[in-house]
């Protein structure tokens, strides 16, 4: 089973701060997602990583494979940034066929 | 459609009734997962198709829990004799090539009373 950690688990930060949210896991994976879920609303996926860094807009994610680390980035904050952001794994042995093992995710609230 | 739909998005269920759940998964989307998610939690898995094919169905919690998708497409998650335990958010996701990513459904509510 692949154990993924979160941390932090509630980060409340002021509008136009950066934003670092980590990610951890035991089991070597094929990839690592980060989803982003909004209250009462469905699961946006933000990303999916395999190696490196992909960027979109103001977020950015990195992976470091040997680590078994992942980082999501936030620069310039936002209010409509205000959600819950999970970190979920796949493609390791036990992991549902290709399904997904999620951490617990960081609630993040951005005041303005 | 567009995304991947899930109905109804809220339920309110009494102890000991039958329940189901529905996703209407990316048309052409291969692969449909459930997935269940307590208050405060990440979600958990709970079973896998291939098509018409249910590969894994380790994650249902017991045998009260069924799921199927008889033509490759539509899934229902059935949920006899609710008990209060099985109030949370029920996601669906589908994916084309799980190597290609998820869509997420909106999931659906259920509060067992």
């Known amino acids: 089973k692949n154990e993924v950690e979160q941390s932090p688990q509630n980060l409340t930060a002021q509008e136009g701060e950066f934003i670092t949210i980590n990610c951890s896991y035991s089991v070597g994976i094929s990839a690592l997602h980060w989803l982003q879920q909004h209250p009462g609303g469905g699961i946006v996926s933000l990303f999916m990583l395999s190696s490196g860094k992909k960027k979109h807009g103001r977020l950015i994610a990195t992976i470091n494979i040997q680590e078994k680390h992942s980082s999501l980035h936030i620069t310039a904050s936002h209010p409509r940034d205000s959600a819950v952001y999970i970190c979920a794994v796949s493609g390791f042995a036990g992991g549902g066929a290709d399904g997904l093992t999620f951490g617990k995710g960081t609630h993040l609230i951005i005041q303005p | 459609g567009a995304g991947v739909s899930q109905s109804p998005r809220y339920k309110v269920a009494k102890r000991g009734q039958d329940v189901a759940l529905r996703c209407d998964p990316i048309?052409?989307?291969?692969?449909l997962f459930w997935y269940q998610q307590a208050l405060g939690q990440g979600p958990e898995f709970l079973t896998y198709?291939?098509?018409?094919?249910?590969?894994?169905k380790s994650g249902l919690p017991s045998d009260r829990f069924f799921a199927e998708r008889p033509e490759g497409s539509v899934s229902t998650l059935k949920i006899q004799r609710t008990q209060q335990e099985d109030s949370a958010v029920y996601l669906c996701?589908?994916?084309?090539?799980?190597?290609?990513?998820?869509?997420f459904g909106s999931g659906t509510r259920l509060t067992v009373v």
């Open positions: 198709f291939q098509n018409e094919a249910q590969l894994d």
């Open positions: 048309s052409g989307h291969v692969s």
């Open positions: 996701a589908s994916s084309l090539d799980p190597g290609y990513g998820y869509t």
